[in-house]
């Protein structure tokens, strides 16, 4: 069994949560985020004023799903989230030692 943490922008979210349900996921926790990544912060115009965003809002999805389930997830998860802009943020995949429930 693998964890599976993708940050995704979040526009995407929904798409990317509807998509893994498709799956046999054991588990799926969604959490609102703040962070950056390699682009820092960003300077964003609004209007006609500017203004800094130092931490980037994102959403944190993590699902538990089987071993062989790990690469068609990863696929539909990159497939959805990347637009090819700074900030698309990143997908990891943690292994799982021992799950009760």
């Known amino acids: ?3 599976i943490v993708a940050i995704v922008k979040p526009f995407l979210a929904e798409k990317v949560i509807t998509a ?3 799956f046999d996921v054991l588990e799926l926790c969604v959490r609102e985020v703040k962070g ?3 682009q ?3 300077l964003d115009r609004y209007g006609e004023n500017e203004y800094s965003l130092v931490y980037v809002p994102k959403v944190e999805i993590a699902a538990w799903v089987d071993d062989r389930l790990v690469d068609a997830v990863l696929q539909v998860i ?3 989230s990347r637009t090819g802009r700074p900030g698309d ?3 990891l995949v943690l292994p799982v030692g021992e ?3």
């Open 78 to 80: 990159s497939e959805i």
């Open 99 to 101: 799950t009760r429930f």
């Open 40 to 42: 820092k912060n960003y």
């Open 1 to 3: 069994m693998k964890q």
């Open 36 to 38: 950056f990544g390699r």
């Open 20 to 22: 893994i349900s498709q």
């Open 89 to 91: 943020g990143k997908i």
